[in-house]
């Protein structure tokens, strides 16, 4: 390993997860939030997880955005499946987005100047559909002249605030399938509600045999690459399982996104929110159900 940010990542508590992360298109880092903190973080997405409830049906205003499946719940009442971009209106989550600890494990992956294009929990209720179809996220980054270098500039992280295990429906990732590079997966239209079709990896050469469960305990984060294969089941466990994920990339390589660090020091919103994905935000920024 030559460089020197690496070296001491290397060095650092969570072990040489920058080569793995490059081996393995992946790398799995314990305990960066502790016990009290995902208490408090938990509390806040569930503070947002009640505002998804309350409106009962999808909803956007501007990049803030509330999935909201009506009926779904056991109860009969809205699922909230996701919500983008709470961070706008709830401190404690826009806290952990530019949480330094994050700018200091990117940093040996791709650099100090970093932009995000994501931010958002996923809730998985037991036992209703939260599925992900087995999908590469480099899918997603349009258009293309906006978000470039994707292999290299470009990683989500997943902060688990629950057990995240195959019990609960955890994230399944292929490991090294990232330096295959973009693959013509068949995936449907909407990732999200959409089944693991194994046939679908054999189509592209790969092998849901060779497929890792991704077991976090809470205040566990993985680091993805937008070329590594995952999906993830059903939850069949008793309680929800709540991820909450940012997703960062090397600013020069990025026309989109809130800027989340600069120098490695966070970047608070400005006055008016950034062009992420919602192609319509400038035409139809008010909030309106969707
Ligand atoms: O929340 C999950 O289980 C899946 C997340 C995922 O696949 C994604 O964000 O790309």
Redesign the pocket.
């Known amino acids: 390993m030559s460089h020197p940010a690496a070296a001491a990542a290397a060095a650092g508590p969570f072990g040489d997860y920058v080569a793995a992360y490059r081996r393995n298109g992946f790398a799995l880092l314990r305990g960066l939030f502790a016990p009290d903190e995902i208490a408090a973080i938990a509390a806040a997405a569930d503070q947002v997880r009640d505002e998804g409830r309350a409106l009962g049906r999808s909803f956007r205003h501007g990049n803030l955005f509330y999935r909201v499946a009506a009926g779904a719940e056991a109860d009969g009442g809205p699922a909230v499946q996701m919500v983008q971009w709470p961070s706008y209106h709830q401190p404690a989550l826009n806290a952990v987005r530019l949480d330094r600890r994050f700018a200091a494990i990117l940093a040996p992956l791709i650099g100090r100047d970093l932009k995000q294009i994501i931010n958002q929990i ?1 809730w998985k209720t037991p036992g209703a559909a939260g599925d ?1 179809a087995w ?1 590469q ?1 480099a899918r997603f980054r349009k258009p293309d002249h906006a978000y470039r270098n994707l292999g290299a500039a470009y990683v ?1 992280t ?1 902060l688990a605030l629950d057990p995240h295990d195959p019990e609960s ?1 955890c ?1 399944r990732f292929v490991p090294g399938s990232h330096l295959w590079g973009s693959l013509p997966l068949d995936v449907p239209d909407e ?1 999200l509600g959409a089944r693991m079709r194994d046939a679908v990896l054999d189509g592209v050469g790969l092998s849901a045999a060779d497929a890792v469960d991704v077991v976090l305990e809470p205040g566990d984060v993985a680091l993805w690459s937008p070329f590594l294969v ?3 089941g059903t939850n069949w466990a008793p309680h929800r399982r709540r ?1 909450y ?1 940012n997703g960062y990339v090397r600013a020069e390589d990025c026309d989109r996104g809130e800027w989340a660090f600069r120098d490695g020091r966070p970047v608070p919103f400005g006055p008016e929110p950034a062009l992420v994905h919602y192609e319509a935000l400038r035409e139809r920024g008010e909030p309106h159900f969707v």
């Open positions: 996923h992900f999908h996220d989500q997943g429906g994230l990732v995952h999906g993830s991820l994920i």
